[in-house]
């Protein structure tokens, strides 16, 4: 405890107390401004001064005086410093000897007789533009701006009031700087300036220019929530409006500071900055970024979802990320859920991965949609966000089969009636592919979002597989009509119809048709029997030598028609088979439908059916015809 008290003696009293003097210790420095501390600088300011008196204290040691620190906030609530050097001087330890009544500066031994500790005072005068040259720089045109004054080694600042003005090259004053003004125009701000603006933000910024001197450019200078700064400009107008588009910033405080400059160059600003809340409740951005966008891919791939954070703050509900890969039926292949990580500040990544070389998948377009539920900083309920991707699998060597079903058709003003199939309806499907086509499998699939009243919506109510074993164009009939009651069952309603043909290499492709079922609306009007008529040719060597077969009636609507023809000569009677088509996309209401004269070219078996659309009911009906035997003549 004594070595304590014996710590807080003075320094005087240390001096007094110790026989023979002692030398001088840490100095301590304050100084004062004389006469005030209001300063007032122009650009042709060159012998206005400040008196300073710098007082060491006593038993100080000597120390050197020769810079000092300014600070100040500028309008937009920054803060500033600068350090100027001055002309340097040593301030004089505290000890006073003879010496010392002659010159201030003199320096005393604290040793010889005759010297004791008393403080030493030394005065400065400091040219005011040149101490205050930063703050000039700074600040032009500036009234009343506090600045704190703190020299190197002192132990006190000192705080004046800074004026400016600019002068022209006479050293007369000249008009004042633009002194900007910054409104609000928004009716919500005008009531109450806290309640947060959405969308757009309108300010009108004012020059507040000297009367006759134009204005140059009036800026707009927004700073937001993160501490970055943007700024709008217009040219030549004393006052404009801004119309700002709030969501281009985060939610969170918008600082608004107002910057004019006159024709003469002369620069003012808002001496205050105006604070405008934002709160626009923008949801993120969900994209799939790999595969990107119409890429080829094979093989295992990732599929990589990235969230970024826009204008607001938002939490993710789950925390996962549902992904679904459907084909371009929109038949959903696979489904998976992906943990969402934060990769980055504001960016968050959700991955997964398919593998395309899998028996479901084959070489086509695929969409991948992704999406996730998020609560918005303040919302009162979740929001579900979703992007979508679209890439082609190429994992195969080879190339698929070409398929497209011929018939049924779309049909309707913008072709996308569904075509109705009854008990005497068929399908007509071309494939082709360079390597040989094994079969062709027609089935059709119930969407239980997507029904007709009371309808039992089976998921795979019907299948049926027609085998080809050949390369090449192939033509294929599926006599739905006659297989839609048996087992399993074919109920009315809406379906999609699904063709898939597979090659010998496993390359598949489809196609897909949305279809009615309904066996009450069989019947094409005016149109009764498909009937077959023989004709004799003298020089033929075959009876009959041809046939013609035709429909009962004419057409009431326009029609769609395919003519399919068997030899048993070529391809058999089969009519899953035929050896010839020919298709009339719109045969003419009024119309016969004909095979026109059929000749025969060598003994065989022989027959023509039909397959017509009515374009008007969209029923699609199979008129067989009956087979003809030709013979050689006897």
């Not at 409006?241 to 024709?263: E, M, Q, S």
């Not at 969402?340 to 695929?366: H, K, M």
């Not at 059709?444 to 039992?456: H, K, L, R, T």
């Amino acid at each position: 405890m004594k070595m304590k008290k014996l710590l807080l003696l003075t320094l005087p009293l240390l001096l007094t107390a110790c026989p023979g003097g002692v030398g001088p210790g840490a100095s301590v420095v304050n100084v004062t401004a004389s006469p005030d501390q209001l300063v007032t600088v122009n650009s042709t300011t060159t012998s206005g001064t400040t008196t300073f008196t710098f007082t060491n204290k006593a038993g100080s040691s000597a120390v050197t005086i020769d810079s000092a620190t300014l600070t100040w906030t500028d309008a937009a609530g920054a803060p500033k410093t600068q350090t100027v050097a001055i002309p340097g001087f040593t301030l004089p330890a505290g000890f006073t000897c003879a010496a010392a009544g002659a010159d201030p500066y003199a320096q005393c031994n604290y040793n010889d007789a005759g010297t004791t500790a008393a403080d030493r005072s030394v005065t400065r005068a400091i040219n005011d533009a040149e101490l205050f040259a930063g703050v000039f720089t700074a600040n032009p045109n500036v009234k009343d701006l506090p600045v704190t004054v703190r020299f190197n080694s002192t132990a006190n600042a000192m705080n004046f009031t800074f004026t400016s003005q600019v002068t022209d090259t006479d050293g007369g004053t000249v008009t004042e700087a633009p002194k900007p003004v910054v409104i609000v125009n928004n009716a919500s701000y005008t009531a109450d300036p806290s309640k947060p603006i959405s969308n757009t933000l309108s300010v009108t910024v004012s020059a507040n220019a000297a009367s006759g001197v134009g204005v140059k450019q009036l800026i707009l200078e927004l700073t937001d929530s993160k501490g970055i700064v943007t700024t709008l400009n217009v040219n030549d107008q004393e006052s404009y409006t801004f119309n700002v588009d709030t969501t281009r910033y985060p939610d969170g405080a918008l600082k608004l500071r107002a910057i004019a400059i006159d024709k003469q160059d002369r620069r003012g600003e808002t001496t205050a900055v105006t604070t405008v809340q934002i709160a626009n409740q923008v949801s993120p951005t969900i994209r799939v970024t790999s595969p990107t966008a119409n890429a080829e891919v094979t093989g295992i791939t990732p599929i990589v979802v990235q969230f970024q954070q826009n204008n607001t703050a938002f939490s993710f509900v789950n925390n996962t990320a549902t992904i679904e890969v459907v084909d371009s039926g929109d038949r959903v292949i696979t489904v998976q859920q992906a943990p969402i990580v934060q990769v980055n500040e504001g960016l968050w990544e959700a991955r997964s991965e398919v593998d395309l070389n899998a028996p479901q998948y084959v070489n086509g377009t695929y969409t991948i949609r992704a999406k996730t539920d998020i609560r918005l900083t303040g919302a009162a309920a979740n929001t579900t966000i979703a992007s979508s991707s679209t890439f082609l699998n190429k994992s195969k060597v080879d190339e698929a089969p070409a398929l497209n079903i011929m018939m049924p058709a779309y049909y309707g003003g913008s072709n996308t009636l569904r075509p109705i199939l009854t008990r005497k309806s068929a399908v007509f499907v071309q494939v082709s592919d360079s390597n040989k086509v094994n079969q062709i499998n027609l089935r059709f699939v119930c969407n239980a979002a997507e029904v007709m009243p009371g309808q039992n919506c089976n998921t795979n109510v019907y299948s049926y597989n027609v085998p080809v074993g050949v390369a090449g164009i192939q033509y294929r009939l599926f006599n739905t009509g006659i297989l839609m009651d048996g087992e399993p069952y074919l109920p009315d309603g809406y379906y999609t119809m699904r063709a898939t043909a597979t090659d010998e290499t496993g390359l598949s492709s489809f196609r897909e048709m949305k279809v009615e079922v309904n066996r009450a609306k069989h019947g094409i009007a005016n149109l009764g029997y498909n009937l077959a008529s023989t004709f004799e040719i003298t020089t033929s060597k075959l009876t009959p030598a041809g046939a013609n077969w035709t429909i009962q009636g004419t057409t009431l609507n326009d029609t769609r028609v395919v003519e399919l023809f068997y030899s048993s000569v070529e391809d058999g009677l089969a009519r899953e088979n035929p050896s010839a088509v020919g298709i009339n996309t719109q045969l003419a209401a009024g119309s016969v439908i004909s095979s026109g004269d059929v000749v025969f070219s060598a003994a065989g078996r022989y027959a023509t059916a039909f397959l017509v659309q009515d374009l008007t009911t969209g029923v699609v009906e199979f008129y067989d015809g009956s087979n003809i035997t030709a013979t050689p003549k006897q």
